[in-house]
Every structure is written in structure tokens, then in C-alpha cells.
């Protein structure tokens, strides 16, 4: 039997050995989708005009409410306000809309309304809400993203989904820009910045806002925290309200909260109280560190009442509510947390503490014992998306959120009575 | 792609003698001294390449049961476990059709040629903060040659050099400080020299 010549054997292993070389290289794309992000820019010959007042709107994304007097405010956000006759508030009124593009925020003092217009602060006088009358304008008055000079200030960006596919060894990372445009990983979240809130005042003649409000009067003093710093307005002049200073605070700026001579600022990383004793130089006292969260704050006597909530914009996954001793303003300390649903807008009206917890409604709490305050729930208004509220002396609690309007008679907390739903106006 | 293919045709081409043999040795494979019988071979290997600009290394184990059907030919069944590296560590666990061919019969050393076609299993597993949503397999298909040796009764030791290629898919989302997490997809081919070291009884 004739052996097979070797040769054929070793023909095939060497073609293996030759061909290897540029055959052992492994292969790998990424499929990856990403966020892009698209500057969205309003030229100043736009909106740098009186703003106009219109007929009632509809109800379509309501953002902050605020009250003052028998006139109730709601924000439609980045369009303009709607002016609401309250006086009835199982009958409210709308009387009107303020077309103010951009507005997400507002604040009354003195029958002047100041209200965000983009990167203005304009003033209205609303001494007769029927017919507001615009009074003047502070340009430049809100930090904006940036200023280009043919096309404007840049004042969003709009999300679009893209996918792209890459070689996995060049991976760009999770942000970065082409052609003027950023792109951030799906995982970066993303999404308009809100630069609204709400927060709440008591002067006479000063409206109340909600605790998700960025705008707050206090010391005859207009405030406006942007997500960095809180800026500090004079209104010696009503009409165009003047900007004193600056105060950089940190970062993840939320929420303003005015209580007596002291500033309670909500941040993604903590409450900062500031001592606002000199209206013009607010100065830090003490910050309370909590876990990454979207934070809104309502303070009253020594407690301070802070709900922690989730979501992409908040950048963590805890939802709860903080109760904070602020005795001594220098070193709050944590009385206890609870654990809740997804905490947005709060308010406390006497003994009762009033949570806004997004698409469970409102969740009323007995809050006579801080250390118990979170297991003690008395009652609930339920059948909306609840995402601020205002409650005023009065026993009248009005919250507001994607389904609308809706107020309630709170004279017994464990068993709130509609009064009124105001879905569309 | 077609380098791979060069070097298959290649160790194809490799088997043509066999079945000239085949044909020349009618003879000796109707002769009553060798019967069809069922070969057990434990292979332990390496998967030698290169993942990016780097070298990466590989494990493999495998079991294949083949049954000789006559002195040059062999068809079989094998299943193992191999392991790569791109970026992280992932498992497959192939399960393939395989068929040997010898050049020759009864001796002490008798080289082989082998191919294989299957399919590599994935499994499913957390590294981490990485969460592997779907870790798809792939096609497995590879080629080898090789010497078996004999060292006694129905024993041998096994060597051989190959080539192994094994597509996969990746999804696998991790979470991110920034709020949630995020889904990548991954589709990879593996291209490796497989050296192996085995016994036979």
C-alpha cells in the first residue's frame, strides 16, 4: 500500500500558516443610538417686542401656577401665561393669554407681573387683569446658552434619534459634536432643559408661587436661580427690574424657596439655605447633601420638607421625602427620609403636608410629628397627574399638572373636596 | 473573507488524495481486518488572534464522538466550550457536524485532516454594571490538520493546528450615572488559530 505522499499534507498546512496572518483578526461593529441634539436659536427682532395679551387658550402644557390675589397664573410653557379670574374658585374665570414666547416663570410684586421672555425679564402691570398693560423690559437678564450674531440666542435643543453603526474600537464616546451639532448617547438622557419652577412667597403684595418655581420675590428683591447661580434683581425701578449680582451657588440648581430672611435653594446634590438678611449679598450659611435628585423645598418654622425624585432629567433613581431640622440654619441635619412614589411639587397648610407624586395625585400628610410625618398619610386627591401646588390660608389648595386644573376646599386635609377642574379654558 | 476561504480550499483541497486513496484501497477497506467502529477524542486547545491592535488569547474544550467509517473517514458529532476576548470575556459553546479524513490506516502516526460546521451557543450573564440582554451566537465553522498517535490500545494523543471562525451578537445595556440605561449592539466575528492537544480512545 502506497503511503500518500507527505507533501499534500504539509501543501495545506502551510497554506493555513501563510493565509493566518491576515485572517486571525477578530471583527467588531457597534450599532449605537444616539441623542442628537439640535441648536434651536430665536433672533432678538422676534421677541423683543411689548407682549401682547389675547383670548383665552387652552390648557395645552401647563407649567407654573401662581397666585395673586383673585388672579390665578398659569405658565404654558415657553409660550406665555394664562390669567384665570379665581375669585370663585369653584367657578374660575379665564380672562386671557399672555403671549410672552419662551416664559416658563413668573412672579408678582405690587400689581406687576416680571415673567421670563427668553433671555429677558419683562414686566406687565396687571392692576387690571382684564387689560395688562406691558410696562418695560430688562434685556439680558436671564443667562442664557449662547449668542450668535446672525442667528441669535440659542435657547434649546431639539432631540432626534439617530443610529449609527461604528467599528467598536472607535467609538466616539458618549458625547460629542459634528457639525454644530452634540450627539449624546442614549444613555446621557437628554432632553430640554426646564428652567422653570416655582417657588413660594407670603409678602402681601407679593403673589405665591409653587415649590417648583425659579423665580421668587423676597426683600423687595426679585430672585432667579439658573442652574448654577441666583441672581439677584432690583425693583427700585418696577417697570425694568435691575440686576445687582450674582452669586454662583454649584451646580444642578432646581428650585428658590423664600422663608423670612433666608433663601432655601434646591439643587440635584443638596438644599443650600442662604442668609438673605442683605437682599443684595445673599451668603451661603449651609448645605444639606442628599442623593442625586430632583429636589423642590418648602420650609416651615425649623423644617425644612424636601422631596427627592427620579427620572432622566434628575439623574437618579430615588424618590422619596427628606425632612430636614433647619434650627440651626448653619447645620440642618436629616430627621428622617421616606420612601414615596415620585415626589414633584409640595406645600404645607398648618398641620397637613400636601405632595404632589406625579400620576397618584396628591398625597395629604399628617405633619404634626416630623419624625412620623411620612407614615401618616390622611388623605389623597386622586384622578390627575399632579405636578405643583399652592395651598392658601383660606383652606383652598390648587395643583396643577398635565391634566389640568384642579382645586380643592382642604378645610378637612383628610377628605379634600373638588371644587373645581378647569381641563381646558 | 476571502483569505478565510483560501485557506479552507486549501485543507479541502487537502482531502482529494484521500479519496483517490479511497478508490486505490477499495480493497483494503472491504478487507475483514478493519471494522467501523466509535472514536472518542478530548480536545484541550488554545484561540490564538487578534482583537483590535492587540493579540488575544482563547481556551477551548471539546468532546467529539466520531465514527469511523472506513480507515480514511470519519463523520461525528463534537460540542465544546470557548472562550474570546473583545473588550470583555465571552463564552460560546458550539455544538457541531464533523468530518475527519486520514491519510493512512494502522499506524503510529497518521495524519488527519478535519472541517467542521456548527453553531456556538451564548449565555446570557452580568459583568458588572453590564447586563447582556441578548448574547446571540453564531455560526462556527473551522479546519484543521493534524497527526494522531498512537500509544496503545485503542489510545492516542491528538495534535493539530486549525482555524476557527465564530460570529456572535452582543446586546447588553449599562447603566449610567446619567439616568438610565443604554442598549449597544455588538456584532463580532472571531477569527482564530486553533491549536489543540487531545486524546483519542
Redesign the interface.
Known sequence: ??????F??F???L??LL??P????????????YQAYEPVYVHPDDFRQPTEYQAPRDLVNPGKIYVYQDILLINEREAGIHVINNSNPEAPQPIGFLDIPGNVDMAVRGNMLYADNYVDLVAINITDPANPAYAGRAQDAIPHQGFNQDLGYLIRYNEVPVTEEYP??DNPG?TFSRNGNVFI?????GGAFDLANESAGQAQDVGVGGSMARFTLAMDHLYIVDEYRLHVFGLNVPEVPEKLTTVDIGWGIETIFPYQDKLFIGANNGMYIFDNSIPTAPKQLSIFQHATACDPVFVDGNVAYVTLR????????TNQLDVVDVTTLTDPVLIKSFDMHNPHGLSKLNNALYICENEQGVKVFDATNPNTIGDNQIGMMTGFQAYDIITLQGNLAIVIGKDGLYQYDISDPSAPRRLSNLLSL | MNQMMTALLFVLISFFPLAGKAQVDNKAVLQPSFTPRLEHEVHFGSLLGQSGSDPSRGVSMEYIGTYRINPYLGVGLGLGAHTFHHDRPSSYFPVFAVAKGYLSDQRKVTPFGQVALGYGMALDRREGDVLFLDNKGGLNARGALGIEIDVGKELGLIFSVGYQYQRAESIYETAWWRGGPFEEIRKLKYRRIHLQLGIKF
Do not use: H, W
Request: aromatic share 6%; with cysteine; charged share 20%.
Open positions: 500500500m502506497k503511503t500518500i505522499p507527505t499534500y499534507y501543501i495545506g498546512l497554506s493555513l493565509a493566518l491576515s485572517c486571525v483578526q477578530d471583527e467588531c461593529e457597534a450599532m449605537i443610538i467598536c474600537n458618549t448617547d442614549v444613555s446621557a438622557g427620579d427620572g432622566r432629567e434628575c439623574e437618579t433613581f
